[in-house]
């Protein structure tokens, strides 16, 4: 707090003074005029406005005047602030050093985001240096900053201490296997993370192993994003391995990796085994029509909990296509389903609408950008003339021209189930348009007018 005195604010009454309050945003409020004088500081802590702000939102300019400092003095003053929000302010290691150490202290603070800024390894240092002091803090951003395997070192460090922290997001961080190594050695003893995001960094296969090894003794993780960082199939298999003794994990992000049809067999097994693991993303990966048709056959078996599969732009052809449609006339789990671009043209869409005849749990189908063109949309109407449990069907990009059009809407006129029908960029004109146009004042069709001809 500033020693200087200010007469004039010192003087006004205390309704001018809240007057004066009226008109200053959430940061002025919180992280200047609260550091004036005594007086002041007393009169703001009766403010209404005050005393409910438990979230504050900064914008970048309005870090650069305040400084970091005066946003950890703020933060030692108020007793109601639970989320801080500092995503792309550009936080650097030395700002980052001012609020870790009040952090220390802080008994309020549950939320604090410091996405999309410059914090390098030694930021991280003092951050998890109050990481091993702080008791309330559950929710950690940390995305799209610098800390590389050094500053992972000093966080997987204090995880190994911290009983609070629940999630914890480190995506594009330039962490390697080495840093994935001290968090996984971290992951052997913490008890509270439930949910880890690293995602877009680089721990590739050895990385992927040391994890693996940790999920054999964690028993809390429950989200494990590993999207984009260089796994192949070697690395999928020890994934595999430990999914099928894992007790505990429900969501697993594998997306835009390297894993084909050999690291796709791999998972797919484990998926017979594992009874917990609800939602896989595997889109973005290698795993063409072999790796599919190990995932359609465990889908089949229908021992596992998985309700929600990803696998866009996988190559699987009509082929996969055929393949994911046999387990689906039996599986009785998955609920949503997404084989976005992958070039299953009008047979692809056959297959599918015979299963969807007779699938009684699938509510959400993603079938964008795979040409099924107006003989697959046709096939798809019939099958939802009887269908009772789909909600949304995406075909954007698909070739579709009216008469597919023409058969949708027929079938959305029986098919009172599907309330979200999309149908962007496709090749429908006048025609099909006159026999949409009811369905999209309903809100049940969705189409761009970009596709109009």
């Known amino acids: 707090m500033s020693n200087k005195t200010h007469p004039k604010l010192d003087v006004l009454s205390v309704e001018l003074v809240y007057r004066i309050l009226d ?4 940061c002025d409020l919180v992280c200047s005029a609260s550091n004036v004088s005594s007086r002041l500081n ?15 939102n900064l ?20 007793k109601i602030l639970t989320t801080l929000n500092l995503e792309s302010i550009l936080i650097r290691d030395q700002e980052a050093q001012h609020i870790a150490k009040v952090l220390e202290q802080n008994k309020t603070l549950t939320t604090l985001n410091f996405g999309s800024s410059k914090i390098g390894g030694e930021g991280a240092k003092h951050l998890a240096k109050a990481l091993e002091q702080n008791k309330t803090l559950t929710t950690l951003n940390l995305g799209s900053n610098k800390i590389g395997d050094e500053g992972a070192k000093h966080l997987a460090k204090a995880l190994e201490q911290n009983n609070t922290l629940i999630t914890l997001h480190l995506s594009w961080n330039t962490i390697g296997p080495e840093g994935i190594h001290y968090f996984a050695k971290a992951l052997e003893q913490n008890k509270t993370l439930t949910t880890l995001d690293l995602g877009s960094n680089k721990i590739g296969d050895e990385g992927a192993k040391h994890l693996a090894k940790a999920l054999e003794q964690n028993n809390t993780l429950t989200t494990l994003n590993l999207q984009n960082n260089l ?30 049809g050999e690291g796709a067999k791999h998972l797919a097994k484990a998926l017979e085994q594992n009874n917990t693991l609800t939602r896989l993303y595997l889109s973005w990966n290698k795993v063409g029509p072999e790796g599919i048709h190990y995932f359609a056959k465990a889908l089949e078996q229908n021992k596992q909990t998985l309700a929600t599969l990803y696998v866009g732009h996988n190559h699987i052809g009509a082929d996969g296509a055929q393949q994911l449609a046999k ?12 084989i976005d671009y992958n070039d299953i043209g009008a047979d692809g869409g056959k297959h599918l609408a015979k299963a969807l005849e007779n699938n009684k749990t699938l509510t959400t189908l993603d079938l964008d950008n795979n040409q099924i063109g107006d003989q697959g949309a046709n096939h798809l109407a019939t099958a939802l003339e009887k269908n009772e449990t789909l909600t949304m069907l995406f075909l954007s990009e698909n070739k579709i021209g009216d008469e597919g059009a023409q058969h949708l ?18 090749d429908i004109g006048h025609e099909g348009m006159r026999f949409l146009k009811h369905l ?14």
């Open 23 to 26: 008109y200053l945003n959430d």
């Open 42 to 56: 007393a009169i703001i802590h009766k403010y209404s406005r005050y005393q409910t702000l438990t979230t504050l």
């Open 59 to 78: 914008e970048s300019d309005q870090i650069r005047h305040q400084g970091a400092q005066n946003i950890a003095e703020a933060l030692k003053q108020t």
């Open 231 to 260: 796994i192949g199939d070697q690395g999928a298999q020890h994934i595999a391995k430990v999914l099928e003794q894992n007790k505990t994990l429900t969501t697993l992000n594998l997306g835009s990796n390297k894993i084909g």
């Open 327 to 338: 387990a689906l006339e039996n599986n009785k789990t998955l609920t949503v389903l997404y």
């Open 409 to 426: 809407a027929k079938a959305l006129e029986k098919n009172k189930t599907l309330t979200r029908l999309r149908l962007d960029d496709n």
């Open 440 to 453: 999209m004042q309903e809100g049940r069709v969705f189409w761009n007018h970009r596709n109009y001809r």
